[in-house]
């Protein structure tokens, strides 16, 4: 059974940082690119970012470009997202999604991260 | 960039049949897939490829892409199908190629 388990959401100041880990059990991790999605508080899902099976390739949403960085563990199986110069706007629950179909849809999800920028 | 239009809700009594519509300028040239968000839950695959079900998905579910909109049917509601349906495409012309709508909430009454 494919499960996504995310990890690492907190309270955190404006200007703060935060690491978010996805840890991934029954696939072939190392076979698949994994991608961050995110919802707000009352709002719809937002892309964030992504990255391909062996973890040269990235992609960050222009909301994050610059502040945020992706990479993985293949030997733990694990997905991360260092989030930097947080803001208020960044508050959201952040998802792990396993991408499918040629990388256009996300056929498995995790249930999510809460992340609160606030002072 | 592209952009998915959904009504923010829909209602129906159980046992009726729900249509959720997206909107999207010549979105029937474009696979789209649904996904469901119930609270405290992760999000579920529920069509891809426009009228594909993952395996688990009920027959109940079924999907439709022509023209400038693309509907998510949900026949025979039950109560369990109240949750929030977000329709996606991916557009290589879009700033984010993964591209979401706003998000349907159906409610059983």
């Known amino acids: 059974e494919v499960q996504l388990v995310e990890s690492g959401g907190a309270l955190v100041q404006p200007g703060g940082s935060l690491r978010l880990s996805c840890a991934a059990s029954?696939?072939?991790?190392?076979?698949?690119?994994m991608d961050w999605v995110r919802q707000a508080p009352g709002k719809g899902l937002e892309y964030v970012s992504g990255?391909?099976?062996?973890?040269?390739?990235?992609y960050y949403a222009d909301s994050v470009k610059g502040r945020f960085s992706i990479s993985r563990d293949n030997s733990k199986n694990t997905v991360y997202l260092q989030m930097g110069s947080l803001r208020a706007e960044d508050t959201a629950t952040y998802y792990c999604?396993?991408?499918?179909?040629?990388?256009?849809?996300?056929?498995?999800w995790g249930r999510g991260t809460l992340v609160t920028v606030s002072s | 960039s592209y952009v998915l239009t959904q009504p923010p809700s829909v209602s129906v009594a159980p046992g009726q049949t729900a249509r959720i519509p997206c909107g999207g300028n010549n979105i029937g040239s474009k696979s789209v897939h649904w996904y469901q968000l119930r609270p405290g839950q992760a999000p579920l695959l529920v069509l891809y490829d426009d009228s594909d079900r993952p395996s688990g998905i009920p027959e109940r579910l079924s999907g439709s892409n022509s023209g400038n909109t693309a509907t998510l049917t949900i026949s025979r509601v039950e109560a369990g199908d109240e949750a929030d349906y977000y329709c996606q495409v991916w557009d290589a012309s879009s700033d984010s190629p993964w591209v979401f709508g706003g998000g349907t909430k159906l409610t059983v009454l």
């Open positions: 029954g696939f072939a991790f190392s076979t698949f690119a």
């Open positions: 990255i391909t099976n062996n973890g040269v390739s990235t």
């Open positions: 999604a396993r991408p499918s179909g040629g990388l256009q849809y996300f056929d498995y």
